[in-house]
């Protein structure tokens, strides 16, 4: 299994950062986590795939806006989104706008097992909208767009590499707060993403000791 981090910004793409995206690709099988603008970039790495399954952690522009370029990919994906479980709509309905550029829309839940892929969600309610946390076996876990919140840690716990956001040093969350889900969580390592725009990189990895700084492009 491979996974390479295809978006490490958040809110707005920048000439350095995507928007959040991640691919995981085990032999013909890939899975997507968000579709930022970062997902402009999955196809040099989808050769030979014959199954792409793609989940969202919500509905904001800087996850689903790379649904534009889902025509460059090899396969169509199939969707996998939080509409029913997290707000009470069909996701089919909330991807209205990217309905020229999307498949099939599955209403992502707790627990699913996609292919060889063991994929589970969790309800992050700390947010302007409810996020999902997503995590691949024991593999990745991806938290974002969220604050500060006592229960990632149980949700990510053992996993092999945490993903989680640090939006600023004052919070939001802080990376600081980052390194310590990651501990809490006994994640061997920690990569932060959904960077600001203008984030200050430095101060960012002071804050957040032993952790990496996410960069487009990077082997995860
Ligand atoms: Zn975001």
């Given at each position: 299994m491979n996974a390479w981090l295809l978006g490490s910004g958040g809110w707005?793409?920048?000439v350095t950062r995507e928007t959040t995206c991640v691919l995981i690709r085990d032999g013909e099988h890939?899975?997507?986590l968000d579709a930022?603008?970062?997902?402009?970039?999955a196809a040099a790495h989808l050769d030979g795939v014959t199954r792409i399954d793609l989940a969202l952690t919500h509905f904001h522009l800087d996850h689903v806006f790379g649904l534009s370029y889902l025509p460059s990919l090899p396969v169509v994906p199939q969707i996998w989104a939080p509409g029913a479980?997290?707000?009470?709509?069909?996701?089919?309905?909330?991807?209205?706008?990217?309905?020229p550029f999307v498949g099939t829309v599955g209403e992502l839940r707790p627990h699913q097992r996609i292919g060889g892929f063991d994929l589970s969600a969790r309800a992050q309610p700390l947010h302007w909208h409810p996020t999902a946390g997503?995590?691949?076996?024991?593999?990745?876990?991806?938290?974002?767009?969220?604050?500060?919140?006592?229960?990632?840690?149980?949700?990510?716990?053992g996993v092999?590499?945490?993903?989680?956001?640090?939006?600023?040093?004052?919070?939001?969350?802080?990376?600081?707060?980052?390194?310590?889900?990651?501990r809490d969580a006994h994640a061997?390592?920690?990569?932060?993403?959904?960077?600001?725009?203008?984030?200050?990189?430095?101060?960012?990895?002071?804050?957040?000791?032993g952790a990496t700084l996410g960069r487009d492009g990077a082997e995860l």
């Open positions: 707005v793409p920048t890939a899975l997507i930022g603008t970062g997902l402009q970039h479980w997290l707000y009470d709509r069909p996701s089919e309905e909330l991807l209205g706008p990217f309905s997503l995590r691949v076996g024991d593999r990745l876990a991806l938290i974002t767009d969220t604050a500060y919140d006592p229960g990632s840690a149980p949700f990510a716990r092999d590499h945490l993903l989680h956001e640090a939006w600023s040093l004052d919070g939001d969350p802080s990376p600081a707060e980052a390194a310590r889900v990651a061997r390592r920690l990569t932060l993403v959904h960077l600001h725009p203008h984030a200050d990189e430095a101060a960012l990895l002071a804050a957040a000791p």
